[in-house]
């Protein structure tokens, strides 16, 4: 039994068999942050915000997240590299090591809810073995009040131990750090890795289970604002592609970055209580209500700080994955409830390295759910070993790895979407203009926000059939003219000065789309399959 220091209940982990432990209930920030500064290695910037780093991992490891495959999931969950199968005796016997590695341990304990929807609130008990980890749950989640804390009763329970080091053979994973959903017992257990996305990514990834599965609602890894008009607009995006810099707007409210379900009742709402953002090259110029965000409450990621105690957001030398987390209250401009109403723009965002894709196109519904399903993007050289010109990267829905069931199904709950509530679904790249990686340049972010305020105010809908061109390759409905943006721009071929060059390279993308689909085919619909590249 353990007795809350900022409060008067008491909670008890005996449950797990966890019952020699002083636990930390419901600490606040300023408590969490002391302590991680005093024992557990965390340092400030100039102006006070806490800033930690996560050890061997900087980033989430795929191949090292399982879910137990039992009577809930065998024949729902689409099994494969994404969705590893982990046997549900083999799960018992690591729980039972885990929390007897973390029992007589100091533990923090939080508990918390996912879900500003009312109707779909998923009541969390976080149990984390370092304070900046339950931190960062405070942040990233939402936060109960006094008054529902009194009768709170969690249904889902993440136990995050990052100093246990599993045995592969004893424990049955790949290697010795793990994230294992299961849903019979409702526990999310990871260990061996102190990167804190492996807490939020293990919930995000339960609800894009639960969600389609038992309330008939579209999970979907995306940002989310809302205009004065009362409009819903959706940003769609892998990391690097400006997802949550275009949706943090000042004349927008913002209704979340990162994860928001779709309800039957054509509502939009948060599943978290921050924001989860990369800083690397962060610019106050360009990027300032995330700059601005970055106070005492927030978490630093993997950034190396200045003599002066400033950060140096230029230097990768850790990972390029520096990332910050905050609450969402450390934005000015948010909607209060995170809910938003009638959606009627949604946006993909891909950060093309090829220079083919245009800078925004219009999409059908069977482009869009081909498009969706692809999740495309584009490494460049530089970001990894190895990596000596653009290579594609495809990520299904735009987060295949936090998506349990086949990407068709996901994909057809959008297609449906668009069609009854009267969506547009925009390609954006934000990617390079007038030649690949290493020719062109990156597109300046003012012609994207502008091209992006065309979609909002209706202009670009409501442009005549003469204003779109259809791309030769793709077959994508791109606009002839954008209000503040140079035309020759609007034109991918157009803005390299080489034809010949253009469509070798447009050419060898298409094949990079029509292999990655090849796996989706046999459950995706004609009308699917039609709106990939015509060439």
């Known amino acids: 039994m353990a007795t809350n220091t900022a409060a008067t209940q008491t909670i008890s982990l005996s449950k797990y068999g966890i019952t020699n432990s002083k636990i ?13 500064i005093a024992s557990y290695g965390g340092k400030e910037t100039k102006n006070g915000t806490l800033v930690v780093h996560t050890g061997e991992f900087t980033g989430r490891s795929p191949l090292d997240r399982f879910i137990v495959k039992d009577s809930i999931t065998q ?25 007897e590695y973390l029992d007589g341990k100091e533990l923090f304990v939080r508990d918390a809810y996912a879900c500003a929807h009312e109707d779909y609130q998923l009541n969390l008990r976080v149990i984390n073995e370092y304070p900046w980890s339950n931190m960062f749950a405070y942040n990233m989640f939402l936060r109960p009040d006094e008054d529902q804390l009194a009768s709170f009763d969690p249904e889902w329970t993440i136990i995050n131990a990052p100093g246990f080091m599993a045995d592969p053979k004893t424990d049955r994973t790949r290697q010795h750090n793990f994230a294992i959903l299961n849903f019979s017992d409702k526990i999310a257990l990871i260990g061996g890795t102190g990167y804190t996305g492996e807490i939020k990514k ?80 962060l610019n106050k110029d360009q990027e300032p209500e995330i700059f601005n965000a970055i106070k005492p409450g927030a978490i630093l990621e993997n950034v190396v700080l200045n003599e002066d105690g400033t950060v140096n957001f230029e230097d990768t030398s850790i990972t390029q994955n520096t990332r910050v987390s905050y609450p969402i209250h450390h934005i000015d401009n948010i909607k209060e409830p995170s809910i938003g109403k009638n959606p009627k723009n949604i946006f993909f965002l891909t950060a093309d390295a090829f220079g083919v894709l245009p800078p925004i196109s219009k999409l059908t519904p069977g482009q869009a759910a081909y498009h969706f399903i692809s999740g495309y993007t584009a490494k460049v050289a530089g970001t990894e070993a190895g990596v000596n010109e653009p290579v594609p990267s495809f990520s299904a829905c ?34 390079w203009t007038g030649g690949p990686y290493g020719v062109g340049h990156r597109m300046p972010l003012k012609y994207t926000r502008a091209m992006i305020a065309a ?3 209706g202009s670009l809908e409501a442009a005549n ?21 140079p035309t020759e721009v609007l034109s991918p071929r157009k803005s390299w000065n080489n034809d010949t060059g253009y469509y070798e390279t447009a050419a060898k993308l298409t094949r990079f789309f029509r292999e990655n689909f090849k796996k989706f085919e046999e ?13």
């Open 398 to 431: 735009f987060g295949a790895p936090f998506m349990p069931l086949h990407p068709t199904k996901y994909a057809e709950m959008l297609s449906a979407k668009m069609k009854e509530q009267d969506v547009t679904v925009w390609l954006v790249n934000t990617g």
């Open 202 to 281: 293990g919930i995000f990834s339960a609800l894009n289970f639960i969600l389609p599965v038992n309330k008939n609602t579209l999970p979907m890894h995306c940002s989310a604002n809302v205009g004065k008009d009362g409009k819903t607009a959706i940003f769609f995006g892998l990391s690097g592609t400006g997802k949550t810099t275009l949706s943090t707007d000042p004349d927008r409210e913002l209704i979340g970055d990162d994860e928001h379900g779709w309800t039957a009742s054509n509502e939009v709402f948060n599943f978290e209580g921050g924001c989860y953002a990369k800083v690397i090259n």
């Open 523 to 535: 459950q995706a619909s004609p009308e699917i399959i039609a709106g990939g590249p015509l060439k």
């Open 465 to 485: 059939k003469d204003n779109y061109h259809t791309h030769s390759m793709f077959g994508l409905a791109q606009p002839r003219t954008v209000p503040g943006v």
């Open 75 to 99: 024949d729902l969950v689409w099994w494969g590299n994404v969705n590893i199968p982990f046997n549900k005796k083999d799960f018992d016997n690591l729980l039972k090591r885990v929390t």
């Open 24 to 36: 930390n209930y419901q600490l606040s920030p300023e408590e969490l942050q002391q302590r991680s």
């Open 455 to 457: 979609a909002l105010d």
